[in-house]
């Protein structure tokens, strides 16, 4: 069982920057793939970025990547997400979720937005960006 509590959402103007948490506890090793979602009111969760966390690697939607950065520190079991450049179509709950290593994935790990895939689920913080 993996517990994720995701932290550091706010309100922000056109053009700011919040640097969200997501703190894993119980057993974190055992669901290395961490991935950051949002789901604004009355659309799909979409997918942002994993990482694995064995080796900090990191995938990324493609209409995210150029705004947002997944990092963690292994020794608070916390991983992150930088968003830059915040526009207000960015207003939207933010999860952080946990799931397993698939074998085959070779030379890309977690390179899934798949929610099936993922296992463990926070509650989700709020970001609010104003024009």
């Known amino acids: 069982q993996v517990q994720l509590v995701e932290s550091g959402g706010g309100s922000v103007q056109d053009g700011g920057s919040l640097t969200l948490s997501c703190a894993a506890s119980g057993y974190p090793d055992g669901s290395p793939c961490m991935g950051w979602f949002r789901q604004a009111p009355g659309q799909e969760r979409e997918g942002i970025a994993t990482l694995y966390t064995y080796l900090g690697s990191t995938y990324y939607a493609d209409s995210m990547k150029a705004r947002f950065t997944a990092s963690q520190d292994k020794a608070k079991n916390t991983v992150y997400l930088q968003l830059n450049n915040l526009k207000p179509e960015d207003t939207a709950m933010y999860y952080c979720?946990?799931?397993?290593?698939?074998?085959?994935?070779?030379?890309?790990?977690?390179?899934?937005?798949?929610?099936?895939?993922?296992?463990?689920w926070g509650q989700g913080t709020q970001v609010t960006v104003s024009s």
């Open positions: 979720a946990a799931g397993p290593y698939v074998y085959g994935e070779g030379d890309r790990p977690c390179s899934t937005f798949a929610l099936s895939r993922y296992r463990y």
